[in-house]
C-alpha cells in the first residue's frame, strides 16, 4: 500500500512534472516566437532607423551644401556690393573733380570772354583812330601831291624864268 502510494505520488508528480515541462515548452515556444516577432519587429525598426538615419545624413548633407551655396553667394554679393561700393565712391570723387574742373573752366571761360570783350574794345578803338588815321594820311598825301603839284609848278616856272633870263642875255 506504501508502494502504491508512492507509486501514486510519483506518478502524479511525474505527470505534474510532465505537464509542467509541457507548459514550459510552449512557454518556451511561445517566447521564441515572441523573440522572433520581437526580433523581426527590432530588424524592421533597425531598417527604417537605417533607413531614416541614412535619410537624414542625406538631408543634412544637402543642406551643408545649400549653407555652402549660400554662403559663397553671400561672398559673392559681399564683394559685389564692396565692389559697387567702390565704384560709387570713385564716381563721387571723379563728379566732384569734374564739378571742380568745370567750375575753374567756366571761370576760365569767364575771363577769357572778359578778355575777349577788352579786346573788341581794343580794336573797336584801334579802328576808329585808324579809321581817323587814314582820313588824316589820305590828307596829308593829298597835300603832298598839293605841295609835290606846287614844287613842279615852282620848278617849272623857275624853269620858264631861267629860260627867259638865259634868251635874255643871249640876245
Known sequence: HEKFQLKENFEKTEEKLSN???????????????LNYSTKQT???H????QNLES???RIHNY?????????????LENNLQKITQQRDTNKMDLRLTKEILIN??????QMKLNFDEIEKTLQIYKERSLQHET??????????QYEQQILDLNQTKLQDIQVILSQQIL
Open 20 to 34: 509542467e515541462i509541457i507548459q514550459l515548452n510552449e512557454l518556451i515556444e511561445k517566447q521564441k516566437q515572441e
Open 43 to 45: 530588424d524592421d525598426v
Open 47 to 50: 531598417i527604417d532607423l537605417k
Open 56 to 58: 537624414l545624413q542625406t
Open 64 to 76: 551643408e551644401n545649400a549653407v555652402s551655396q549660400y554662403e559663397e553667394y553671400r561672398l559673392k
Open 105 to 110: 573752366k567756366e571761370n576760365e571761360f569767364n
Open 136 to 145: 588824316t594820311i589820305n590828307n596829308l598825301q593829298k597835300q603832298i601831291q
